[in-house]
């Protein structure tokens, strides 16, 4: 405050003393003005004492590493800055002011400047690492079905001939074996008139029986695997939240054929097993009572 007056005084003594026809008189519009002026500055001068550049790293939470590029604004001033990349940061804070750290990959961070942290040369803020779930993505070179059909369609294959010079080679119409996802679909009567070389091949031959031995068996183990994608440990638990041996007692108790488990819809899974666990359920609740 003396510094204040001292500069008021010297206003008042400086050039607003006019000369006028050998007259002196005050300019009062000119003093008021400048005194408006020295009131500002004043105010001014005493915000500014009550600010302080504070200073400070950003580390993750877990590890302790430097987080580098991370925005810290001072909402109550509406200032901001971002980090180095060590982590360091520096902005102007008054006493009370709300702080806010953002960054890619980790949780919002908010602070409020108190007397603790106005007091301090330094500060550390640590920030909790985000993790993000993400769905599913399945990458093809096609961009649609149809793409890929005809893609496929044009698909030149080698038909395995080999050019010998002076023999004729074999026939392009020549008979072969129909290829079907049935391997006993050969075997029907149908195909006696159509393809009798490959109905008595599909009936008679010890190699056709083998083919279709390990077809049957391949088909059993897909369906396998397609049953236990909709029927396992995950699954269940997710419905009934059972774990360790009671889960795999109440898959024991709700013994679902292959069949039932492949005929089954999602839907229609999650109810049978959701109505299975009612009736465990109740027969734990027996058991105990007894």
């Keep these: 405050m003396p510094s204040s007056l001292t500069i008021i005084d010297l206003i008042r003594s400086f050039g607003t003393v006019i000369h006028r026809n050998e007259k002196t008189f005050f300019a009062k519009p000119m003093r008021s003005l400048l005194f408006v002026i020295l009131l500002v500055l004043q105010a001014s001068f005493g915000i500014a004492q009550d600010r302080i550049l504070l200073g400070g790293v950003l580390k993750n939470h877990l590890t302790g590493e430097a987080i580098p590029n991370v925005h810290v604004m001072n909402l109550t001033d509406s200032l901001a800055t971002i980090s180095s990349l060590e982590g360091a940061f520096k902005i102007p804070v008054h006493l009370g002011d709300s702080l806010v750290f953002t960054s890619i990959g980790y949780h919002t961070k908010a602070l409020i400047v108190t007397a603790k942290e106005f007091g301090a040369d330094f500060i550390e803020v640590r920030m909790i690492q985000r993790e993000y779930q993400l769905g599913e993505v399945e990458v093809n070179p096609f961009g649609s079905k149809e793409q890929f059909r005809q893609k496929f369609m044009e698909l030149e294959v080698d038909d395995g001939t080999i050019e010998i010079v002076g023999i004729q080679g074999p026939s392009k119409d020549r ?36 083919r279709q031995e390990l077809h049957r068996l391949e ?50 899974l999650t109810v049978a097993i959701m109505n299975k666990q009612k009736s465990y359920e109740r027969i734990s609740q027996d058991s105990a009572t007894d």
Excluded: W
């Design 219 to 268: 088909a059993e183990k897909e369906k396998h695997r397609y049953n236990y994608s909709k029927f396992n440990e995950d699954v269940v638990h997710r419905i009934t939240s059972y774990e360790g041996t009671k889960l795999l007692e109440f898959m024991t108790y709700c013994n679902f054929s292959e069949d039932q488990i492949f005929r089954y819809s999602d839907y229609e």
């Design 175 to 210: 008979r072969t074996i129909p290829i079907t996802e049935d391997a006993d679909e050969i075997k029907k009567a149908k195909h006696l008139f159509k393809s009798p070389a490959s109905f008595l091949y599909g009936n008679f031959s010890k190699d056709a029986k083998a």
